[in-house]
RNA sequence: CAAGUAGAUCGCCUUAUCGCUUUUGUGCUGAACUUGUUUCAGUAACGUAUUAAUUUUGAACUUUAAGUACCAUUAAAAUGUACUGAAACAAGUUCAGCACUCAAGAGGAAAGUCCGAACACCAUAGUGCAGUCAUAGUGGUUAACAGCCACCCAUCGUAAGGUGAGGAAAAGUGCAACAGAAAGUAUGUACAGAUAAUGCUGUAGUGAAACCAGGUAAACUCUAUGAGGUGCAAUGCCAUGUAUACCAAUAUUAUAGAGUAGCACGCUCUUUGUUGGAGGGUAGGCAGCUAAAGUUUACUGGUAACAGUAAACAUAGAUAAAUGAUAAGGAUAUUGACUAGAUUUUUUGAGGUCAGUAGACAGAAUUCGGCUUAUAGAUCUGCUUUACAA
């Protein structure tokens, strides 16, 4: 009952503000962003200020030379965006530092949704451990 | 029944939980605007009732005694009126956020970007010559096409059908395996004939073809017809801001250079500094943006492509790019095991149960019509050949 009562707590949602839009926030992003590697997944962060007040914005990418087709990309984009929403409250609700980030595949071969979770988990813990202890707001 | 051939259709389904994009409506919160009411303050060369004073006459009525009602000037002037500002309240509109809610949400090729259009913007000063690209039987169809349909011809196939790179070789240039002396600024060998003589004439042999010939145009070429360019990252608007293309003034430099798709002629333009004016592009937002040569059905005309008429239908609009994830179940195909032993007949093995496996190619990006390519599997129809039966 107190893993379904956690679940009445939090927000699982992933909408259109919390998306990283602005291509010149994403250029910044490329530019002087940080990485964190859990393979096959590469988080690329950045801590800078949102205009609309909203604290992550993230975006999903895969390459286009390790995965030709645009099926192929998107079922992998759409797993990591899943694995993201999902994810993102047990790590991040309390957080009030913004962040902009930044999903990389790595991998050339395709996944499913449990592997792409765990090594999420696991990337979100990497990035935890790495950032320092003041800007560490969350539990 | 088997093999084949042509065409058409479909290309997983259901439920639950958690989400995404766009919409419908409701509620709450906030902001802006409009209207009304109330209160307060201010302004006014607005000014009423009323009060006080002055003038007592100009004008009107009844009457000739005066009266009635009004008016003039000055001062005060509550309330009021108009405008301005502020606050509160109410209503409405718009926008934003949040919550709930309604509805919808990838394809037959959405793909390749290969043709043809719509739509948008740019260019429009040419003429001659040369050149580039595309198309190519005949007729029809269409908004248009290199598409589609019909027919003719050629060719492949036993056939149903398939394919066509189907204009011109008497304008010119080139090319040609094998065989052959030789495939063209050639004339060998043998025999026969003619002649002053020969490389003259005929026959034989090779080959598809042996001389004023023929093949080849998926060789150049010629003929006929057509072709301005760039694509929704077009284009328009919004807010911000300034490089410098632009304009004006002023000082200064050169007759050469640049553009006009290749050349010639022709045409157009002109360097740098300062001051002033005006004002891009990128990124962001909004529009363009989805009702269109629409889809389905029926009938009519036409061999057909297609056209016409009638009825019904409302059907994605994202922008680092929504249409998903997880779980359970079902259907389908297939493999194995077990079962069943069905039937006019088959080298017999329909059906049932359990377990495993499989589901392809592929993701809208302004919109249509085509073509091309990829595609597991399923269904239906026409026809051909062979065999069997009647």
């Given amino acids: 009952m107190a893993w379904f009562s ?35 997944l590469r988080l690329i962060y950045l801590n800078t200020e949102h205009e609309d007040g909203s ?6 990418s895969v390459s286009k030379r390790l995965h030709k ?7 992998i984009k759409r797993l990591l965006r899943e ?18 980030f930044m999903i990389l595949y790595l991998s050339k071969d395709g996944t499913t ?3 792409t979770d765990r090594k999420m988990k696991q990337l979100f813990q990497k990035f ?10 969350s539990t």
Avoid: C
């Avoid at 047990?90 to 009030?96: E, H, I, M, R, T």
């Fill in 6 to 40: 956690i679940f009445v707590i939090m927000r699982f949602k992933y909408s259109k503000k919390d998306k990283l839009k602005s291509k010149k926030l994403i250029e910044q992003l490329f530019t002087e962003g940080k990485a964190v590697t859990a393979y096959p």
């Fill in 128 to 137: 935890l451990d790495k950032i320092p202890e003041h800007e560490k707001t």
């Fill in 113 to 115: 949704f449990e592997a």
């Fill in 69 to 75: 087709t645009a099926v192929a990309r998107n079922r």
């Fill in 55 to 60: 604290v992550l914005k993230t975006g999903v």
């Fill in 83 to 100: 694995a993201y929403r999902l994810n993102k409250p047990l790590y991040f609700n309390n957080s009030s530092t913004a962040y902009a």
